[in-house]
């Protein structure tokens, strides 16, 4: 899909609500470059910032009342006042939007008193690509705008993630906001998640990204994620630490034994590959990226093995991408359990290489992959104000 242009948001816009908007705002979607669930658990994170976008085009409401409109949905849904309960069903979709908008408040933000709002997105949702989080930070940028207001980007990322954890109910950490806030072309975004403490690292663009996504149900809201992240609070208190980032491996290893086989393993996955974020990072201001290519495959199979969070989907892709000569690393992205698997590629590796493994993996009848080429994008931004 071709990304739309602000006049044609716009004119949508105006088709919807019979008037025009007063602000566009977008935020990118994000790769979890690595660092599998350490955000939550004190630890580091890279992620991508990449060239697929929510944006969200607001303007106020005179009567007091909250239209919502997704370009991809089918009808505006119109909600009271205050629009406090939580939506189920179809709309569910604007308990994001709605979450932004209470976290205003939360924040001793102003908020506007009622919005005429558009999603428009090329992203595709379910993969593990974090439309969510977008969705979360364009809306935040575009309401803010309404009242004349703005946010930098470390408190914009603990907006979203407020919302979302708050409102929609999902216990995720930083990594997806704090990536979609502060993205960079070229860049990487790294996440120390304690403080959260944000800075770069530089990726080349000689390195393509590329998504395989499988297009299974990415189960976060349904309670995997959830009961992921309950394991690794209880591994953390049984070895007596608040985070189990606050742990070396080989502190993790002398320690093991007060652990069930469980959570030993939940408690293994999240320690390594906390120490696999820092060798990244190293390995990419080396500009080594053969050793990166090493460390993404090392996360996956952790997560295979370890975290339990793969699929036998996401292991098949990554299985036939491992051997390939212009490929170096892959592993599944985001929070697991479906979703998407992300190659780290030579130059060299083409659409044509990307749809052969796609057709290995599934021919038809059955339904290959889609096969998504990202570039590290800019983070959230308003584009547009009338
Ligand atoms: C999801 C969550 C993130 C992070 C990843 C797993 O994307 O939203 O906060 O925990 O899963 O690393």
Same mark, same amino acid.
């Given at each position: 899909?071709?990304?739309?242009?602000?006049?044609?948001?716009?004119?949508?816009?105006?088709?919807?609500?019979?008037?025009?908007? /007063?602000?566009?705002?977008?935020?990118?979607?994000?790769?979890?470059?690595?660092?599998? $669930?350490?955000?939550?658990?004190?630890?580091?994170?890279?992620?991508?910032?990449?060239?697929?976008?929510?944006?969200?085009?607001?303007?106020?409401?005179?009567?007091?009342?909250?239209?919502?409109?997704?370009?991809?949905?089918?009808?505006?849904?119109?909600?009271?006042?205050?629009? =406090?309960?939580?939506?189920?069903?179809?709309?569910?979709?604007?308990?994001?939007?709605?979450?932004?908008?209470?976290?205003?408040?939360?924040?001793?933000?102003?908020?506007?008193?009622?919005?005429?709002?558009?999603?428009?997105?090329?992203?595709?949702?379910?993969?593990?690509?974090? %439309?969510?989080?977008?969705?979360?930070? &364009? /809306?935040?940028?575009?309401?803010?705008?309404?009242?004349?207001?703005?946010?930098?980007?470390?408190?914009?990322?603990?907006?979203?993630?407020?919302? *979302?954890?708050?409102?929609?109910?999902?216990?995720? =950490?930083?990594?997806?906001?704090? /990536? %979609?806030?502060?993205?960079?072309?070229?860049?990487?975004?790294?996440?120390?998640?304690?403080?959260?403490? @944000?800075?770069?690292?530089? @990726?080349?663009? %000689?390195?393509?990204?590329?998504?395989?996504? +499988?297009?299974?149900? $990415?189960?976060?809201?349904?309670?995997?994620?959830?009961?992921?992240?309950?394991?690794?609070?209880?591994? &953390?208190?049984?070895?007596?630490?608040?985070?189990?980032?606050?742990?070396?491996?080989?502190?993790?290893?002398?320690?093991?034994?007060?652990?069930?086989?469980?959570?030993?393993?939940?408690?293994?996955?999240?320690?390594?590959?906390?120490?696999?974020?820092?060798? +990244?990072?190293?390995?990419?201001?080396?500009?080594?990226?053969?050793? !990166? =290519?090493?460390?993404? +495959?090392?996360? $996956?199979?952790?997560?295979?093995?370890?975290?339990?969070?793969?699929?036998?989907?996401?292991?098949?892709? !990554?299985?036939?991408? *491992?051997?390939?000569?212009?490929?170096?690393?892959?592993?599944?992205?985001? =929070?697991?359990?479906?979703?998407?698997?992300?190659?780290? +590629?030579?130059?060299?590796?083409?659409?044509?290489?990307?749809?052969?493994?796609?057709?290995?993996?599934?021919?038809?009848?059955?339904?290959?992959?889609?096969?998504? $080429?990202?570039?590290?994008?800019?983070?959230?931004?308003?584009?547009?104000?009338?």
């Amino acid at each position: 899909m071709r990304p739309p242009t602000t006049q044609e948001i716009s004119a949508l816009f105006q088709r919807t609500y019979g008037h025009a908007p /007063t602000v566009i705002a977008r935020a990118p979607g994000r790769v979890e470059f690595i660092g599998n $669930h350490t955000d939550y658990n004190g630890g580091a994170v890279l992620g991508a910032a990449i060239d697929r976008y929510v944006w969200v085009a607001a303007a106020p409401n005179p009567a007091g009342r909250f239209r919502l409109f997704s370009a991809s949905g089918p009808s505006v849904l119109e909600l009271p006042a205050d629009p =406090g309960t939580r939506i189920t069903g179809s709309g569910s979709w604007a308990n994001y939007p709605l979450g932004v908008w209470r976290s205003l408040k939360d924040f001793n933000l102003p908020q506007p008193a009622g919005f005429d709002l558009l999603v428009v997105s090329d992203l595709p949702s379910g993969a593990g690509l974090s %439309s969510s989080a977008a969705l979360e930070l &364009a /809306t935040a940028l575009a309401l803010l705008a309404l009242v004349g207001g703005t946010l930098e980007a470390g408190r914009l990322a603990a907006l979203g993630r407020h919302a *979302e954890n708050k409102y929609v109910g999902v216990p995720c =950490g930083i990594l997806d906001q704090g /990536t %979609s806030a502060h993205g960079r072309a070229g860049q990487l975004v790294h996440i120390d998640c304690r403080g959260p403490v @944000f800075s770069r690292v530089p @990726f080349p663009a %000689s390195a393509p990204l590329w998504i395989f996504n +499988t297009r299974e149900k $990415h189960a976060l809201i349904d309670g995997l994620y959830a009961t992921r992240h309950r394991e690794c609070l209880d591994a &953390a208190q049984a070895l007596g630490v608040a985070l189990l980032a606050d742990l070396t491996p080989a502190q993790l290893a002398s320690r093991e034994k007060k652990l069930t086989p469980v959570l030993a393993k939940r408690a293994r996955h999240i320690v390594e590959e906390n120490a696999r974020v820092h060798d +990244t990072a190293d390995a990419l201001q080396r500009g080594d990226l053969a050793m !990166v =290519g090493r460390l993404l +495959t090392a996360s $996956h199979r952790s997560s295979q093995h370890l975290f339990e969070n793969s699929t036998p989907a996401l292991d098949a892709l !990554v299985n036939l991408l *491992e051997p390939h000569p212009a490929v170096l690393g892959a592993r599944l992205t985001g =929070g697991g359990f479906g979703g998407a698997v992300m190659a780290l +590629t030579r130059d060299i590796f083409t659409e044509q290489d990307a749809v052969e493994i796609a057709r290995r993996y599934a021919a038809p009848p059955a339904r290959p992959p889609e096969v998504i $080429h990202l570039q590290s994008a800019d983070g959230a931004t308003v584009l547009w104000r009338g």
